[in-house]
C-alpha cells in the first residue's frame, strides 16, 4: 500500500535510461513511472498516474531534442525545475563475461558515435537499438557471451549485467537538460537566481521579432535560448520558446516581456524556476 501512495514521476523510455537517471537525481524520494513516447509521459501527469514529468529538451553535443519544443506548449503542463545529466556511457555484459570476449555491442543509435574510439580500439562492432536502456534487458535475458551494450550504470544496476568499462565516451563534457514540469505553475522566488520560459507568437510585421527583442537588450536581461518552429502549417505563424535570467517581478524582465507582448499575438510563461547550480 505504501508504494501505491507514493509520489510518481514520469519519464520517456526504459527503466535505466538516462531520463531514469535524471529522475533519481532530481526525485530521488519518487517512483519512476516509463513511458514510451514524450506524449506519453505528458498523459501520464494528465491522466494523475503521475504527478511529475521529466522531459529531455537539450543536449550538448546533439542540440535540441526533437519535437519537444511543440509538445511542451501544448502539454498544460508547467516547469517547475531544471535538471542536468552528464552522460556517462558504460560498457556492460552478462555476469561472469570478460571485455576481451565482447565482439559486438548495441545501443540507441545516438550513443554509438560518442563511443567510437573505445570500440574501435577494442575491435568491436556496433548495432544500433530502439533504446540502449531496452538493449540491456534484452541481453539480461539472453544467453549471449559475446554481445554487450552501451548505457548508463542505471541500466547494468537494475538488469543484473556487470560493467565492464566506465566512462568510455569520446566527450567528457556531454550533457543532457532535462525540465522538470508539474500540472501546477510555481512562481514563487524558490532561490537567488531564476530562470523564466516563455513562448510567443510575433506578429505579422516587418522587423517584430527584431522589435520584440529590443526590450530584452536595453533592460539588461540576459536571454539564454531562442528557439523557432513553425504552427499550424503556416510560414507566417513562427513561435519562439525563449529561457531567459530573471523573475517575472523583477523590474527589468517585467519591463522588457511588456515590450515583448506589444508585438506578439500570444505571450504564455510556461515556467518559473531556479537556475541549476550546473549552469554556472
Do not use: W
Not at 543536449?59 to 531544471?82: C, K, M
Not at 520584440?212 to 537588450?217: E, L, R, T
Not at 525563449?242 to 517581478?249: M, R, S, V
Amino acid at each position: 500500500m505504501a508504494e501505491k501512495s507514493a509520489p510518481r514521476i514520469a519519464f520517456q523510455g526504459a527503466l535505466g535510461a538516462y531520463s531514469h537517471e535524471a529522475c533519481l537525481q532530481a526525485k530521488p524520494d519518487m517512483i519512476p513511472v516509463p513511458c514510451t513516447t514524450f506524449e506519453g509521459v505528458i498523459r501520464a501527469v494528465k491522466e494523475g498516474r503521475a504527478g511529475l514529468a521529466m522531459l529531455p529538451v537539450e543536449n550538448t553535443t546533439y542540440g535540441r531534442v526533437a519535437d519537444i519544443h511543440r509538445l511542451l506548449p501544448e502539454s498544460g503542463l508547467h516547469i517547475i525545475d531544471e535538471a542536468f545529466v552528464r552522460v556517462r556511457i558504460a560498457l556492460m555484459a552478462r555476469p561472469g563475461v570478460s571485455l576481451d570476449e565482447i565482439n559486438h555491442v548495441r545501443a540507441h543509435l545516438v550513443l554509438l558515435p560518442q563511443a567510437r574510439s573505445f570500440l574501435d580500439s577494442h575491435g568491436i562492432t556496433s548495432e544500433a537499438a530502439a533504446d540502449s536502456a531496452g538493449a540491456a534487458a534484452d541481453l539480461a535475458v539472453s544467453d549471449l557471451r559475446h554481445e554487450g551494450v552501451l548505457a548508463s550504470e542505471v541500466a547494468a544496476k537494475i538488469h543484473g549485467l556487470e560493467v565492464l568499462a566506465r566512462d568510455i565516451e569520446d566527450l567528457d563534457h556531454n550533457t543532457t537538460r532535462f525540465l522538470l514540469m508539474s500540472p501546477e505553475i510555481d512562481e514563487s522566488r524558490r532561490a537567488e537566481k531564476m530562470l523564466t520560459t516563455f513562448v510567443f507568437e510575433v506578429r505579422n510585421i516587418p522587423a517584430a521579432l527584431y522589435k520584440a527583442m529590443g526590450g530584452f537588450a536595453t533592460n539588461g536581461v540576459n536571454m539564454t535560448k531562442l528557439e523557432s518552429y513553425m504552427v499550424g502549417g503556416s510560414f507566417t505563424a513562427t513561435q519562439f520558446l525563449a529561457d531567459i535570467e530573471g523573475h517575472p517581478e523583477d523590474p527589468p524582465v517585467r519591463r522588457a516581456l511588456e515590450e515583448l507582448a506589444y508585438f506578439t499575438n500570444m505571450l504564455e510563461i510556461l515556467g518559473v524556476y531556479p537556475a541549476h547550480p550546473d549552469r554556472g
